[in-house]
């Protein structure tokens, strides 16, 4: 079975500075990795994936992320934040087998003031 | 190219009663999963629906059922509706490993 940890529930940050949100996972297969944002009252929306090549990913809005098989993590980095990043941010992992059920992690509020 | 719909936006029922939830994917999509996000207990896998047939389902007693129809759209019951029930219930449709979600159903169980 996969799990997803997600350590910080909460991430303060101040507009145009850098943030990092932290994903670790655990599997005993391989893994694919995705990192969603969601919207007050809206569904998910794809930021970016990992499902093999090169473990720099970049996504939409600005936002990668590093897959580092040694220490099972999946971190998400944006180098300048903006108000309109505030949301709350999902860590999930599926294996590359026929059933993909995502497995989420608990979620990160990521708050930008300004 | 249209996204994946749900209806309704809200849904409002007392304990005890039947809810529908309806799910309609991304055309040429043939898998829909289904996920529920309850306060507290964060995203949950429901059910798993390929090509009309259901194919695995999560934790969640038999009271949640569902179909997918020819035409790949789906539909989410929930018999005898519990307060905890009350949640934002989230349809994905699916190709190949990237799923694209709905912007959800919630649901409210008085």
């Known amino acids: 079975a996969q799990s997803v940890t997600q350590l910080d529930s909460q991430v303060p940050v101040f507009e145009e500075a850098p943030v990092e949100l932290r994903c670790n996972y655990s599997?005993?297969?391989?893994?694919?990795l995705f990192w969603y944002v969601q919207y007050p009252n809206q569904g998910l929306q794809l930021l970016l994936k990992?499902?093999?090549?090169?473990?720099l990913v970049k996504g939409i809005n600005g936002f990668e992320a590093e897959f580092n098989k040694s220490q099972t993590s999946f971190h998400l980095r944006k180098p300048s934040v903006h108000i309109s990043d505030t949301a709350e941010y999902f860590c999930?992992?599926?294996?590359?087998?026929?059933?993909?059920?995502?497995?989420f992690g608990t979620g990160t509020r990521l708050l930008v003031s300004p | 190219e249209a996204g994946v719909t749900q209806s309704p936006t809200h849904l409002i029922k007392t304990r005890g009663q039947q809810a529908t939830l309806r799910c309609s994917p991304i055309?040429?999509?043939?898998?829909v999963y289904w996920y529920q996000q309850a306060l507290g207990l964060g995203l949950q896998f429901l059910l798993w629906?390929?090509?009309?047939?259901?194919?695995n389902r999560g934790n969640f007693p038999p009271r949640f059922s569902g179909r997918q129809f020819p035409n790949y759209s789906s539909e989410l019951n929930v018999n005898a509706l519990e307060l905890e029930d009350s949640a934002l219930y989230l349809c994905?449709?699916?190709?190949?490993?990237?799923?694209?979600f709905g912007p959800g159903t919630r649901l409210t169980v008085l």
């Open positions: 990992y499902l093999s090549g090169s473990t």
């Open positions: 055309s040429g999509h043939t898998s």
């Open positions: 999930a992992v599926t294996t590359n087998t026929g059933f993909q059920k995502l497995v």
């Open positions: 599997s005993s297969v391989s893994v694919y």
């Open positions: 629906y390929d090509e009309g047939e259901e194919r």
């Open positions: 994905a449709s699916s190709l190949l490993y990237e799923q694209f």
